[in-house]
C-alpha cells in the first residue's frame, strides 16, 4: 500500500511559513500601536479613518491658534487701556485744575502756574497716546476715527449738531447738553483692528482705536485758565474730552469680554474635538496587548511546528529509503 504524507509535513518547514508571516506581521502591528498609542498609523490601516483624523488634528491646531492669538489681541488691548487710563486721570488732574482757577482768591501769578501745570499734563497725553505695541503706535488714529454727531463751539460754550446747528428735544426746543456716548460712532474710513480668532476665514473680532493725541482728544478745548470765565469754559471743554476717553475705554473693555469667552469657547471646543479624535485614532491598549501575546504565542508555535515538521519529513525520507 503507497504511503501518502499530507499536509504541512508534506511541505516541510516552507508549508507554515505563510502562516508564520501572517502571525509576524500581526504581531508587529500590535507592536507599532503599543508602542505609538494609536490605532492608526498609516493610510492603510483605515483610510477614512485616517483622512478624518488627520482634518481633525488640523482643525485642533487651529483652535489652539485661534486661542493663541485671542491672548496676544488681550495682550494689544491691555495696553491700550492703560494708556487711556492714565489719559483719564490726567484729564481729571487737568480739571480739578481748571477748578481751582475758577475761584477769584487766586492772583495771576497763582494762574500762570496752574495753567504751566495744565499744558504740561496735555503734552502727556501725547506721551501715552503714542504707546506701542509690536512697533505698531496703537492710540495716533491708525487704527480707527470716531464721527461725532455734535461739536463744541467755545464762543457760545454749546454743543451743537455736527453742521452747526442748534441741538434740539422731540418739542423743537433748544437744548444744552453735554457730549455723550450716543453722540460717537465710527467712520468708515477703513481703519480698523481686527484679531483673527477663530480658525476658519473671517472668524474674528474687528474693533477700532481712536486718535488720541492732544490735538484729537482736546480739539474743541481752549486750555485757558487766565479767567474765571475761560476756566469754566475749559471745564467744559475738559468734559468732552472725558467722555472721548471713556468711550475708547469702554470699546476696549467689551471687546476684552468678548476674548475672553472666545477664548473659553476655543479651549471647550479644543477638547471637545480632542475628544472625538480620540475616539477614533487612540488605540485601545488592553486589546492591542492580548493581541500582541496572542501573536507571539503562534509565533513561537509556528516555529516550534515547522522544526517539527522538518524533523518528521526527514524521519519519512528515512523510513523509506531503509524501506
Known amino acids: 500500500m503507497p504511503m501518502t504524507i499530507h499536509g504541512p509535513y508534506a511541505r516541510g518547514a516552507d508549508g507554515l511559513t505563510t502562516i508564520y508571516n501572517t502571525n509576524q506581521n500581526a504581531m508587529a502591528k500590535s507592536i507599532e500601536k503599543v508602542s505609538t498609542g494609536q490605532k492608526i498609523n498609516h493610510a492603510g490601516d483605515d483610510p477614512a479613518a485616517k483622512a478624518i483624523s488627520d482634518k481633525m488634528l488640523a482643525q485642533i491646531r487651529s483652535l489652539d491658534q485661534g486661542e493663541q492669538n485671542t491672548q496676544n489681541a488681550n495682550a494689544f488691548l491691555k495696553i491700550a487701556d492703560a494708556s487711556i487710563s492714565s489719559m483719564v486721570d490726567i484729564i481729571t488732574s487737568m480739571r480739578e485744575k481748571a477748578i481751582q482757577a475758577s475761584s477769584d482768591y487766586l492772583s495771576a501769578e497763582d494762574r500762570n502756574a ?6 504740561q499734563l496735555a503734552a502727556q497725553v501725547d506721551s501715552a497716546a503714542l504707546v506701542k505695541y509690536n512697533g505698531r503706535t496703537l492710540l495716533n488714529g491708525d487704527f480707527g476715527t470716531i464721527q461725532e454727531a455734535v461739536r463744541y463751539d467755545a464762543d457760545t460754550n454749546k454743543f451743537t449738531n455736527a453742521d452747526g446747528t442748534a441741538i434740539v428735544d422731540e418739542n423743537g426746543d433748544e437744548v444744552n447738553r453735554d457730549l455723550q456716548f450716543t453722540d460717537m460712532t465710527w467712520k468708515n474710513d477703513g481703519n480698523s483692528v481686527y484679531f483673527q480668532t477663530g480658525p476658519d476665514k473671517d472668524d474674528g473680532i474687528l474693533t477700532h482705536l ?22 469754566q469754559d475749559t471745564i467744559k471743554g475738559l468734559d468732552s474730552a ?66 517539527n515538521a522538518n524533523t518528521t519529513l526527514s524521519s519519512f525520507i528515512d523510513l523509506i529509503k531503509q524501506g
Open 114 to 119: 496752574i495753567q504751566l501745570e495744565i499744558d
Open 242 to 307: 472725558l467722555t472721548r476717553a471713556l468711550f475708547q475705554q469702554t470699546v476696549i473693555g467689551s471687546v476684552q469680554q468678548r476674548l475672553d469667552y472666545t477664548a473659553t469657547n476655543l479651549q471647550e471646543t479644543t477638547a471637545n474635538t480632542q475628544d472625538a479624535l480620540s475616539t477614533i485614532k487612540d488605540a485601545d491598549m488592553a486589546r492591542e496587548m492580548t493581541n500582541y501575546v496572542k501573536h507571539n504565542m503562534l509565533l513561537q508555535a509556528t516555529q516550534a511546528m515547522m522544526a
Open 210 to 231: 481712536m486718535d488720541m493725541t492732544k490735538e484729537a482728544l482736546f480739539k474743541d478745548v481752549n486750555l485757558d485758565v487766565s479767567t474765571i470765565e475761560k476756566s
